[in-house]
């Protein structure tokens, strides 16, 4: 069974600092990936997805990720965390071709200090 | 475009009550799926719907159902209701596979 793992509980960045949350997963294939945010009493968003083709893959509000194979990771960057970048982001694998049957992590509680 | 909307926001229910919950995707998109989010077992997948047919199962107990219409509007029930179903429920809507559009959720606490 795919699992996906977010190894940050919680993270606290300054407003401005770059940030990096980590996500790992464990499946047969190259599944579809997807990094969401949610805010307090909010539904998800979906910020950026990776199907396939270019690892770097660009999504809303300035966020990017990189799948990498090899380590079986995808990663969201943002180069300035801006203070309403405070959330709940959670990473998500899909079985291609599997409908829409996401597995999400356990999600990693950002925080921005001022 | 108008989102996915859930009714109801907020409910209480007590134990060994039936909930439904309601879902209104987004203008043609004939994908709905349910998730259920709570602060100890996270977010995990309900079922999924598409053109009226259930497409995928998660590993819920039979007290767990949905339907899909012809409109593509959908319901979830939740029969016997334990206090561990106390969550917020969430929908979500899609053209096909791939990016999914979600609700703001449906909180229900058992009491």
């Known amino acids: 069974a795919q699992s996906v793992t977010q190894p940050d509980i919680h993270i606290t960045v300054s407003e401005g600092a770059s940030l990096e949350l980590r996500c790992n997963y464990s499946y047969g294939a190259t599944p579809y990936l997807f990094w969401y945010v949610q805010s307090p009493g909010q539904g998800l968003q979906l910020l950026l997805k990776?199907?396939?083709?270019?690892?770097l893959v660009q999504g809303i509000k300035g966020f990017e990720a990189e799948f990498k194979r090899s380590q079986s990771s995808f990663n969201l960057r943002k180069p300035s965390v801006h203070w309403s970048d405070a959330a709940e982001y959670f990473c998500?694998?899909?079985?291609?071709?599997?409908?829409?049957?996401?597995?999400f992590g356990t999600g990693t509680q950002l925080k921005v200090e001022l | 475009k108008a989102g996915v909307t859930q009714t109801p926001r907020y409910l209480i229910k007590t134990r060994g009550q039936q909930v439904t919950l309601s879902c209104s995707p987004i203008s043609g998109h004939r994908s709905v799926s349910w998730y259920q989010q709570t602060p100890g077992q996270g977010l995990q997948f309900l079922f999924e719907y598409f053109s009226e047919t259930q497409r995928n199962k998660g590993n819920f107990p039979g007290r767990f159902s949905g339907r899909q219409f012809s409109n593509s509007r959908s319901e979830m029930n939740v029969s016997t209701l334990e206090l561990g179903d106390s969550a917020l429920y969430l929908c979500?809507?899609?053209?096909?596979?791939?990016?999914?559009?979600f609700g703001e959720g449906s909180r229900l606490t058992v009491l």
């Open positions: 979500a809507s899609s053209l096909d596979a791939g990016e999914l559009f």
């Open positions: 998500a694998v899909e079985r291609t071709g599997g409908g829409n049957k996401l597995t």
């Open positions: 990776y199907f396939s083709g270019d690892t």
